[in-house]
T-cell receptor, first 115, second 114 residues
C-alpha cells in the first residue's frame, strides 16, 4: 500500500512551458485535493475532487486545470507556467464516510521552479 | 471569514522541555480540527484530530491537543520534547459540510536545542 504518490519530485520549467503533475492514490479514497505551499504561507487549496468526473475550484485555481477520470488519479496541469507558480505542490486524498471522517493523507510533494 | 491563525512562526525549545503550539480559528460551522507535522522535504503527516466528544485528544508521538470552544483554540502540547520533533507543525480546520476542504494555518517551525 503506497498511499499517495506524486511525480516528479522536482522540476524546473521555463516561463510559458506547460506540464502535468501526477498524483495517484491506492487507498480507494473518493476525495482528492491539490495544494500549493509557499514559504510562510501554509497550504492553499488549488482544486479538489469528490469523485471520478467531478472537480471544483479551491482558493487559488487560476493558472491550473485538473481532471479526474479514475478514482486513483488526479493530475494537475499548468498550461502557461509563470514565476508566480514556483512552489511546492502537494496532492492529498481522503475517504468521505457517513461520519464525515475527513482525515487527509498527503503525498511527498513536487517542488516546481519556473524561471 | 474562515481562518486559522498560528501566532508563533518559529519556536525553539530545549530537549526534554515541555511544548505548547498555539492555534486559533475563526469558523462558522462546527469545526473539525487537525494538527499535521511536516519534516523537511516531506509531506504532511497527521498527528491528531478532533471531530467531537472528549475535548482532550491524544495523538501519535506523545502529542495531545485540547479543543476550547469558548476560546476558539486547539493548542498542541507535548510534555517532553525530543530532538526528532524538530519540524514544521500545521493546524487545520474543516467541517462535514465543506466537502472535506481544510483551511490551514501558516505553520509553526519548531527547533529543538540539545
Amino acid at each position: 500500500n503506497a498511499g499517495v504518490t506524486q511525480t516528479p519530485k522536482f522540476r524546473i520549467l521555463k516561463i510559458g512551458q506547460s506540464m502535468t503533475l501526477q498524483c495517484t492514490q491506492d487507498m480507494n479514497h473518493n476525495y482528492m485535493y491539490w495544494y500549493r505551499q509557499d514559504p510562510g504561507m501554509g497550504l492553499k487549496l488549488i482544486y479538489y475532487s469528490v469523485g471520478a468526473g467531478i472537480t471544483d475550484k479551491g482558493e487559488v485555481p487560476n493558472g491550473y486545470n485538473v481532471s479526474r477520470s479514475t478514482t486513483e488519479d488526479f493530475p494537475l496541469r499548468l498550461e502557461l507556467a509563470a514565476p508566480s507558480q514556483t512552489s511546492v505542490y502537494f496532492c492529498a486524498s481522503s475517504h468521505r464516510a457517513s461520519g464525515g471522517t475527513d482525515t487527509q493523507y498527503f503525498g511527498p510533494g513536487t517542488r516546481l521552479t519556473v524561471l | 471569514a474562515q481562518s486559522v491563525t498560528q501566532p508563533d512562526i518559529h519556536i525553539t525549545v530545549s530537549e526534554g522541555a515541555s511544548l505548547e503550539l498555539r492555534c486559533n480559528y475563526s469558523y462558522g460551522a462546527t469545526p473539525y480540527l487537525f494538527w499535521y507535522v511536516q519534516s523537511p522535504g516531506q509531506g504532511l503527516q497527521l498527528l491528531l484530530k478532533y471531530f467531537s466528544g472528549d475535548t482532550l485528544v491524544q495523538g501519535i508521538k506523545g502529542f495531545e491537543a485540547e479543543f476550547k470552544r469558548s476560546q476558539s483554540s486547539f493548542n498542541l502540547r507535548k510534555p517532553s520534547v525530543h530532538w526528532s520533533d524538530a519540524a514544521e507543525y500545521f493546524c487545520a480546520v474543516g467541517s462535514y459540510n465543506q466537502g472535506g476542504k481544510l483551511i490551514f494555518g501558516q505553520g509553526t517551525e519548531l527547533s529543538v536545542k540539545p
